[in-house]
């Protein structure tokens, strides 16, 4: 008798390196057995909010959001974006110091997003405009804010939309841990798949990560559907800066940042309770 297929609903931003990442799923590069990917693509504010709601068996998340999910979601230990000494960028009309920054208005991507919470501990007194994350360049270029926070291919393209680097989150954080990555984005699993079913869903998107790294040419061109405006080789360094060594495994610096990262929110008022992070597959994770 043929095995109904187990469908498994994997939620991940529209952009050039989440594209990247799930590329063997979503081409059917790797057998996934009994296993039926299906991919939902949405900005990560949206599936910050879903994953609130346990809607997705599988979802792309903040960092800052796991504070708030992690009841219901464990973290895999592959899938992170982290910045290594650079990550979100603060840019405004004009130059300006991070002091400068200090009660403005800044347009920003959503409030649980990692990048608004690395400003927040960076600059604590601002007044925060949210808006759609690929809307920010053009909202601060025509002077609805006085500087915004930009992710995803901004970070690489704000100089074409005419405004200066105010501060890179990556660098400032590094700066205050003594070298850390930064912690950006992570995929969850929901506990109620239950260990077993986990570790067979937890296996393949790693190897969905590796066989991209390893076929990077193909992977890179199936990406660039979602490169909004990138040449392909703008899209090969911003998909190098998020998908990478560290993305097969945080590695002890990896999952310390991503402690340290939490703990400063809720120490700073930020996040209201204290975070314990799991690791899908680590000893007493599901309890």
Do not use: C
Request: aromatic share 8%; hydrophobic share 45%.
């Amino acid at each position: 008798m043929r095995q109904t297929p187990r469908i498994i609903r994997v939620g991940h931003s529209p952009d050039t390196d989440d594209a990247f990442m799930f590329y063997a799923l979503a081409a059917g590069k790797i057998d996934t057995g009994s296993l039926h990917f299906t991919h939902e693509l949405q900005d990560i504010e949206t599936l910050n909010r879903r994953a609130l709601a346990g809607d997705l068996e599988v979802s792309a998340v903040s960092i800052h959001a796991y504070a708030y999910l992690a009841e219901r979601y464990v973290l895999l230990p592959h899938g992170a974006s982290m910045g290594e000494r650079y990550g979100p960028r603060v840019v405004a009309r004009e130059p300006m110091s991070v002091a400068q920054l200090e009660g403005k208005r800044i347009a920003v991507p959503g409030a649980m997003t990692s990048a608004y919470l690395a400003l927040r501990l960076m600059q604590p007194e601002f007044e925060a405009d949210i808006v759609a994350f690929d809307q920010i360049l053009e909202h601060v270029a025509e002077g609805r804010a006085d500087a915004g926070l930009i992710i995803h291919e901004g970070q690489l393209t704000y100089g074409e939309a005419g405004l200066s680097l105010v501060a890179d989150l990556g660098e400032w954080w590094a700066g205050e841990t003594g070298g850390l990555p930064l912690p950006l984005g992570g995929n969850v699993i929901r506990r109620d798949l239950g260990a077993e079913l986990i570790e067979r869903v937890s296996a393949l998107l790693r190897e969905s990560i590796a066989y991209a790294l390893a076929h990077r040419r193909d992977a890179l061109a199936h990406a660039m559907q979602y490169a909004r405006g990138l040449e392909t080789a703008q899209a090969d360094e911003f998909v190098g800066m998020y998908v990478n060594e560290r993305t097969l495994d945080y590695g002890e610096a990896g999952r310390r940042a991503v402690q340290l990262f939490l703990d400063r929110g809720y120490t700073s008022g930020l996040i209201p309770r204290r975070v314990t992070v799991r690791f899908a597959g680590d000893a007493h994770a599901l309890e």
